[in-house]
């Protein structure tokens, strides 16, 4: 509908002014919203007998610490250009062995509870996060992304609209068209300038998720109150 475009592209205005007011602010807004929205699009399809949201926040966390925590060094690099003070960052990344070893064993603590729990589901998001542990930053995201995080959230589209693959597919078919176009655009830019791109693609693609991320949530509670 016109009122959710309009919902929609003034979140997108809003993100983008915080980037350029409050980078730190963006930062915190960008990273705590999606470890929630990673996490609740996750555990709710595990389905969790209680603690839904606890576990939701704490998936999500994880996922997004393991990602970043093992790229420590290339963060930095991203966040440079958008005037981001964060000293902590230089001295995790000067002890990034030893922040790799904590974050190795959350994720073993976490394969233990799935284990015993025999979530499958579960399990594989695991697999699925393990492996992006020798990748550059931006592929990690993106292959998580891509090869994980989308089927969960088409698995969630399914179950609330009750529309069958190909119906789905049509009716996204122009917002994967824009997605392929805004990616394409951002390789092209990479190739000619990295060191400016990386920023503002970070920052670009948060403009873009906050305000999906805001209304998968509200879509998600639809079929899933607890969630």
Request: aromatic share 12%; glycine share 8%; proline share 5%.
């Amino acid at each position: 509908t016109r009122r959710f475009y309009a919902r929609y592209l003034g979140w997108m205005a809003a993100v983008c002014v915080a980037w350029w007011v409050a980078p730190n602010a963006a930062l915190l807004a960008f990273l705590g919203t999606s470890a929630w929205h990673f996490g609740q699009s996750d555990v709710v399809l595990w389905q969790p007998k209680r603690h839904a949201r606890s576990a939701s926040l704490a998936w999500g966390s994880l996922l997004l610490a393991f990602i970043l925590g093992q790229h420590t060094e290339e963060l930095g690099q991203i966040l440079a250009p958008l005037s981001i003070h964060a000293p902590s960052l230089s001295a995790l990344a000067a002890h990034s062995d030893a922040l790799s070893t904590g974050l190795w064993a959350a994720w073993l603590v976490l394969v233990a509870a799935l284990a015993a729990a025999r979530q499958w589901p579960g399990l594989l998001a695991a697999a699925a996060l393990a492996c992006t542990a020798g990748m550059p930053l931006l592929p990690a995201f993106a292959s998580y992304f891509i090869f994980h995080h989308s089927v969960s959230g088409w698995a969630h589209l399914r179950a609330g609209t009750g529309w069958s693959h190909l119906k789905l597919w049509r009716k996204g078919a122009p917002f994967t068209a824009g997605a392929l176009i805004f990616l394409a655009t951002g390789v092209h830019w990479a190739a000619e300038e990295p060191v400016a791109f990386a920023g503002t693609f970070f920052a670009a693609l948060s403009a873009i998720s906050i305000p999906h991320i805001l209304a998968a949530h509200r879509f998600i509670r639809l079929s899933h109150p607890s969630a």
